[in-house]
C-alpha cells in the first residue's frame, strides 16, 4: 500500500499517576482506512488527541510524513478531527456551519474569496448529500443530517487526514449502516486519509483497510479485518471480534492440538510439544454430526432463531460453546460435533487466558438485548401515532 503518513513512537500518557496509554506504536499510511477499536475508557480518544495535537504524550514522539510534530498547534496540522460529541454551531445555519473553517482560513490571510467559499461550500453539502439544506437551522435537521453537517464541515478545508471519534454513535441502527456507506464513499472521493474510532466490531470490520484493537492502554493487534477475525492474536481479540468459542488446548505436534482429551487437526505450529494454549472456535464453523460420529459428544441447552440460522448453545463437559447452524436441534438433544482443521486456531496463552470464551450466560445477555429493541420500536410507534 502507499507510503507511512502519520506514525506515534512509543508514546505514553499518565493521568493523575495512572497510566492511560502504554507505549503505542502505530504507522497510518497514506488515503488509509484506519480504524481504533476497543471498549469504553482503552484509550481510542486520547489517542486521536494526541494525532490531533490536542494532547501532547508524556514521551514518545508523533511524526508527519516523516517530520516530528509533536510541538505543532492543532490548526498547523493538515488534520481536522469530528469530535466524539460534534458540536455545531446551533446559531449558525447549514451554510455558515461548513463554511465556518473557511472563514477563519481567510481572516488568517489565505486568500479564499467569497465566491470560492459558496462554491466549496456547495461542493461539500453535495458530497453529503445535503443540496437545498443551506439555509436550515441546523437545530431543524435530524440526527442523520446533523452528522452529515459536522462531515461536510470538517472536510471543506481538504485537510490530508480525517480523525472521527465515534461519528455515528448517535445514529439508530439503519442510520448508521447507510452513514457507514456513505462515508466509505466520501473518502474514496476525497481520497483522504481516515483514522476512526469506535467500540462496535462490525462497524471496524465492515469499513477499515485496518484495524487497530486496544485494551487497557495497549495495542493488543494491528491487521486487516480479515487477520484480526480469523488470527485473532489473544483471547481478549478473539471475544472482542465477533463470537469465539475458545477453550484450553494442548498442541500433541505441529498440526495437532488436544481439546477436551480428543485430538484435532488444524493449521498452527510452532509452539512447544504439550504446550498449553487458547484455542479458538468460531460458532460457523462448527460442523454438526449425529451423536455417535462426532469427536465430541454435547447436549443442547439453548436454542435462538435467528433468521438465517439458530444459534444453538451446547453443553460439552460442563463448557457451553456457540454454535451456529440451519439445522434445528431442540434442547436436549444430543449432538456431536466436528470441526475441519482451518476451523480451529491456536493462541499462546496469555493474560487474558481463561477470561472468555464459555457461553455459560449467553442466552440471558440476548434476552436483555433483544428486550431493549422491542421496547424502543414499540415508542417509535408509539409516537408516530401521537404525531399523526
Ligand atoms: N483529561 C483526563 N484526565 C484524567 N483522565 C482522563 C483524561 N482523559 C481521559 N482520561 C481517562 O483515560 C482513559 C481513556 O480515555 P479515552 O477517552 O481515551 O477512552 P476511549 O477509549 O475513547 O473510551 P470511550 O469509548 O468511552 O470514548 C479513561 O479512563 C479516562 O477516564
Ligand atoms: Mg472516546
Redesign the pocket.
Known amino acids: 500500500m502507499a507510503k507511512e503518513l502519520i506514525r506515534l513512537s512509543g508514546c505514553n500518557?499518565a493521568?493523575?499517576g495512572?497510566i492511560?496509554?502504554d507505549n503505542i506504536n502505530l504507522c497510518v499510511k497514506d488515503k488509509e482506512f484506519l480504524t481504533?477499536l476497543?471498549?469504553?475508557?482503552?484509550?481510542?480518544?486520547?489517542?486521536?488527541?494526541i494525532i490531533g495535537g490536542f494532547?501532547k504524550p508524556d514521551s514518545g514522539d508523533v511524526y508527519f510524513d516523516k517530520v516530528r510534530i509533536n510541538d505543532v498547534p492543532p490548526h498547523k496540522r493538515l488534520v481536522n478531527t469530528i469530535f466524539?460529541k460534534y458540536a455545531l454551531f446551533t446559531h449558525l445555519n447549514v451554510f455558515e456551519n461548513v463554511a465556518f473553517g473557511l472563514r477563519l482560513a481567510r481572516t488568517q490571510n489565505k486568500k479564499i474569496d467569497k465566491h470560492e467559499i459558496s462554491r466549496r461550500v456547495f461542493e461539500m453539502l453535495d458530497l453529503v448529500s445535503l443540496k437545498g439544506f443551506e439555509k436550515r437551522d441546523v437545530a431543524s435537521l435530524s440526527g442523520g443530517q446533523q452528522q452529515r453537517v459536522a462531515i461536510a464541515r470538517a472536510l471543506v478545508n481538504k485537510p490530508k487526514v480525517l480523525l472521527l471519534?465515534?461519528p455515528l454513535g448517535a445514529l439508530d441502527m439503519r442510520l448508521r449502516k447507510d452513514m457507514q456507506n456513505e462515508l466509505k464513499q466520501i473518502r474514496q472521493a476525497m481520497g483522504i486519509t481516515f483514522i476512526y474510532?469506535?467500540?462496535d466490531q462490525e462497524e471496524a470490520l465492515a469499513m477499515s483497510d485496518s484495524v487497530v484493537v486496544?485494551e487497557g492502554?495497549v495495542i493488543q493487534q494491528v491487521g486487516t479485518p480479515e487477520d484480526i477475525y480469523n488470527e485473532p492474536s489473544n483471547a481478549f481479540v478473539a471475544d472482542f471480534i465477533g463470537e469465539s468459542n475458545i477453550v484450553d488446548g494442548i498442541m500433541r505436534s505441529d498440526g495437532v492440538v488436544e481439546i477436551f482429551g480428543r485430538k484435532f487437526k488444524c493449521l498452527d505450529g510452532g509452539f512447544d510439544p504439550l504446550e498449553p494454549v487458547d484455542v479458538v472456535i468460531r460458532p460457523e464453523d462448527i460442523d454438526i454430526v449425529s451423536s455417535g460420529k462426532g469427536k465430541l459428544t454435547g447436549t443442547v441447552t439453548g436454542v435462538t432463531f435467528r433468521g438465517v440460522m439458530y444459534d444453538i448453545i451446547v453443553d460439552f463437559h460442563g463448557f457451553k460453546w456457540l454454535i451456529q447452524t440451519t439445522d434445528l436441534c431442540p434442547v436436549g438433544t444430543e449432538i456431536g460435533i466436528q470441526i475441519d482443521p482451518d476451523g480451529i486456531h491456536i493462541m499462546k496463552k496469555s493474560r487474558f487466558s481463561g477470561m472468555y470464551g464459555d457461553y455459560s450466560s449467553y442466552s440471558a445477555e440476548y434476552d436483555d438485548i433483544g428486550d431493549a429493541e422491542l421496547e424502543h420500536e414499540t415508542d417509535d410507534k408509539d409516537s408516530i401515532t401521537r404525531n399523526a
Request: charged content about 20%.
Open positions: 500518557v493521568f493523575d495512572d492511560i496509554l481504533l476497543g471498549p469504553s475508557g482503552c484509550g481510542k480518544t486520547t489517542t486521536l488527541r494532547l466524539q471519534d465515534e474510532v469506535t467500540h486496544m492502554g
